[in-house]
């Protein structure tokens, strides 16, 4: 897991309004499908999709599991304790419309990730 404190420098400007946190060099994460980051008190789990980065809460909304550990499949990962399923651009669960989990901007930059708070996915 990278620490809360990974960097406190300026972001790009071109990554629009933030605040954007600094995680850290890609090469420095491990993912397994998720890589696992503390971010302002909030462990976050960071995929790496076709086509962008995207982060969630880490912590399953059924029963806590992390969902680092869960199974993707494209935009889909599927938690393995009970096989609750996220659309992991919305944050929106597909198994129980209301449910939802918190979601995080994540971009590459230089061989390194920023993160800022997304939108909260609406029922
Ligand atoms: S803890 Fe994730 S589906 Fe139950």
Redesign the pocket.
Known sequence: MVPDDACTERAPDDLGPGPWQRIGPVAALRFDPGAVVRVRGAEIAVFRLADRWVGVENS??????A?AD?DLRGDIL???????SFDLRTGRCT?FRDVAVRTWQVVERDGSLWIAPGPRATG
């Not at 399953?60 to 599991?65: F, N, V």
């Open positions: 399953c909304p059924h029963a806590g599991a969902l869960g599927s938690c393995l304790w009970h096989g609750w198994t």
